[in-house]
């Protein structure tokens, strides 16, 4: 099984840089996904590490540490309207039939942008 | 752009009712995914498919069923709904290879009284 721990709030100001970190411990990895979701709308893809390192894409960055089980959104010159919650997902090794593969979330970090 | 819709935004219901939630995505994508997401607990896997008539038990299947007769179609059934089964439900859906990710209905918001 997985499991995965991420702070449940944060606050920062208007265009200041934010961490978001992930610890997770697994009996098997396969990847690891960032999903942004606003209050009432439906989880939006945000990136997905599989190997060590950053990935970096415009404003966002995310980062993998996979002998650690650690993970960090990084996000840049923030917005108000980076204003929602974000959910860390782990990749399960186990998969079924075609490929598929589950994913296990974290409960969400809420981040909350103010001027 | 990956579209996933399920049927209804909101939806009541009263508790013993069998309830369906239908699912549609148009990207021809093999997996297909029920989750319900509470405060607190966030989001938890119900059922999954990985190709049509195929079907998987996630965390909390108890209490669910899922049809997947065409590929683009997924649906989860309430067989005697109760009030914890109160929730938001989302549908996904994601190919079946590699590192893609799942995209995600807007979601119905579940009340049963």
């Known amino acids: 099984g997985q499991n995965i721990d991420q702070p449940t709030e944060m606050t920062a100001t208007e265009g200041a840089i934010v961490q978001i970190n992930c610890t997770y411990q697994?009996?098997?990895?396969?990847?690891l996904f960032w999903y942004q979701q606003h209050a009432g709308e439906a989880p939006t893809f945000l990136s997905y590490?599989?190997?060590?390192g950053l990935e970096e894409k415009g404003r966002f960055s995310s980062f993998l540490s996979r002998s650690k089980g650690y993970s960090y959104l990084l996000l840049k010159e923030l917005q108000m309207k980076d204003s929602a919650s974000y959910l860390c997902?782990?990749?399960?090794?186990?998969?079924?039939?075609?490929?598929?593969?589950?994913?296990?979330f974290g409960k969400g970090t809420k981040l909350s942008v103010i001027p | 752009d990956v579209k996933v819709t399920q049927s209804s935004r909101y939806l009541v219901k009263r508790t013993g009712e069998k309830v369906f939630l239908e699912c549609v995505q148009d990207?021809?994508?093999?997996?297909m995914f029920w989750y319900r997401q509470d405060p607190g607990l966030g989001l938890r896997l119900i059922y999954f498919?990985?190709?049509?008539?195929?079907?998987e038990k996630g965390d909390i299947p108890e209490g669910y069923s899922v049809s997947r007769e065409k590929k683009e179609r997924f649906s989860l059934i309430l067989e005697s709904a109760s009030t914890n089964q109160t929730s938001m439900y989302l549908c996904a859906s994601s190919r079946g290879t590699g590192g893609q990710p799942q995209h995600f209905g807007d979601g119905t918001r579940l009340s049963i009284l």
């Open positions: 498919s990985y190709d049509v008539k195929m079907k």
């Open positions: 697994t009996s098997g990895f396969n990847g």
């Open positions: 997902a782990v990749r399960d090794e186990k998969w079924s039939g075609a490929g598929s593969y589950q994913l296990t």
């Open positions: 990207m021809d994508h093999e997996n």
């Open positions: 590490n599989v190997l060590d």
